[in-house]
């Protein structure tokens, strides 16, 4: 079989890891062959004549684009003279790129490797156990094992990013999404069951798991029986994030593995290419109160208690009528809170009725919030017309029916604790 010849296109910065790339690759046949500008033009050589020469001897370009912020002109002129070198062979370009920032515009119609060890490992699989990139009447080489794929795909991609190694100062799960996810903003079921799955060992531990790749219906198994509803909201959330829309806050909470602590995930980020997504990270966020003790009981007494700390108790000892200065930060801080306590559907009558079985409690909490409204809007009336003696009967008003909103939360609260 004749050799066939791969030329990596790379930056000068990055000849490690285009030296890296041809040691991974040439152990799985005798015959390949490489170009590395870098490494393969001789002193005094006319540099321009060898890489044409090289560019038109050469089965398949290879382009390392690992920084986008870098001048790439260069790489992308390689790529554009190797298609038109030799138009009727129509020879492959390959561009392998960093998954955080996607292939160079001017290339995205040719074919794309992200650099993650499931996609280069693909890549490497289909050079030399397939025809479908050499096209060639044989494989280079049918019988290369997939454990000795992963570990030169590895190689590659510890190269690929430089060696850095990220810490994340929180517990983040990173999803690979499997390929025939579909059109998910119109037929979205949640995340997929057969998602791969990485964490660090720390984050691992949350669910009982030793580090190492697994799937999200393997990594949450122990919660799907129960069919505990933060599973459910964080798929609705995944939906919405599919569909280009913004969901609320995430409330639910789920208990670690060691029973001990409690987290609320919340997803922090999902890539796409084109409308297909291809990545996620959920985060999670570890709370001092579990859903079922907690949830809309647990909101409704925080919401009151921000409101005393940060409203109320900073308003001790300021002269009246309220200074101006004190009144921007309060109205600041009053404003800031509502927004939280809707997002959180605090004061909806659905979460009301669910927390408060005692229908006793329910129409003292209902009138409480009536009152209180009534007299945000006046408080927000006074501010507008700039009477600061009104609002500081207003404020006196609201920290009276605060108090009293928080005593009968914190009763509740104290049932579920002890229930």
């Given at each position: 079989m004749d050799e066939y010849r791969i030329f990596i296109s790379h930056k000068e910065e990055d000849q490690e890891i285009a030296v890296a790339v041809k040691t991974a690759l040439s152990q799985f046949s005798g015959d390949l062959d490489f170009f590395i500008s870098g490494e393969s033009i001789a002193a005094g050589e006319d540099w321009k004549a060898v890489l044409r020469q090289e560019l038109r001897d050469s089965d398949l370009l290879l382009l390392l684009f690992t920084e986008p912020t870098r001048k790439w002109d260069w790489c992308l002129y390689e790529a554009g003279l190797f298609t038109k070198l030799d138009q009727e062979k129509d020879e492959p370009v390959v561009c392998m790129y960093s998954p955080e920032h996607g292939p160079p515009s001017p290339l995205m119609a040719i074919q794309g490797v992200p650099a993650s060890v499931a996609d280069v490992s693909n890549f490497i699989e289909k050079l030399f156990t397939t025809t479908d990139i050499t096209r060639r009447e044989k494989p280079l080489n049918a019988n290369v094992g997939k454990d000795s794929i992963e570990r030169a795909a590895q190689a590659i991609c510890d190269h690929f990013v430089g060696n850095i190694q990220p810490y994340y100062a929180c517990h983040r799960l990173f999803l690979e999404l499997p390929g025939d996810i579909g059109d998910c903003e119109t037929d979205c079921e949640g995340i997929p069951p057969e998602s791969r799955v990485e964490g660090s060992e720390a984050t691992m531990r949350v669910f009982g798991r030793l580090p190492g790749r697994t799937t999200w219906e393997e990594l949450v198994q122990e919660h799907t029986d129960a069919k505990e509803r933060w599973l459910a909201e964080l798929d609705h959330v995944f939906c919405d994030a599919c569909a280009g829309r913004i969901s609320a806050t995430t409330t639910q909470t789920f208990r670690a593995h060691d029973g001990a602590r409690i987290f609320r995930p919340e997803l922090y980020r999902l890539d796409k290419?084109?409308?297909?997504?291809?990545?996620?990270?959920?985060?999670?966020?570890?709370?001092?109160?579990?859903?079922?003790?907690?949830?809309?009981?647990?909101?409704?007494?925080?919401?009151?208690?921000?409101?005393?700390?940060?409203?109320?108790?900073?308003?001790?000892?300021?002269?009246?009528?309220?200074?101006?200065?004190?009144?921007?930060?309060?109205?600041?801080?009053?404003?800031?809170?509502?927004?939280?306590?809707?997002?959180?559907?605090?004061?909806?009558?659905?979460?009301?009725?669910?927390?408060?079985?005692?229908?006793?409690?329910?129409?003292?909490?209902?009138?409480?919030?009536?009152?209180?409204?009534?007299?945000?809007?006046?408080?927000?009336?006074?501010?507008e017309a700039q009477d600061l003696s009104q609002m500081s009967v207003v404020l006196q008003r609201l920290e009276t029916l605060n108090d009293e909103y928080r005593a009968t939360v914190a009763r509740r609260y104290s049932e579920l604790l002890s229930s």
């Open positions: 290419q084109g409308t297909r997504p291809v990545a996620a990270v959920v985060m999670l966020t570890e709370e001092i109160a579990p859903a079922k003790v907690g949830g809309p009981v647990f909101n409704r007494l925080r919401i009151a208690e921000r409101y005393k700390m940060e409203v109320f108790d900073r308003l001790k000892g300021v002269p009246e009528p309220l200074p101006d200065a004190h009144v921007a930060e309060v109205m600041e801080s009053f404003d800031l809170i509502r927004d939280e306590a809707r997002a959180l559907d605090v004061f909806e009558d659905e979460t009301l009725r669910r927390s408060f079985p005692d229908e006793t409690a329910q129409s003292e909490l209902t009138k409480l919030v009536a009152k209180w409204e009534a007299s945000s809007d006046e408080l927000h009336t006074a501010q």
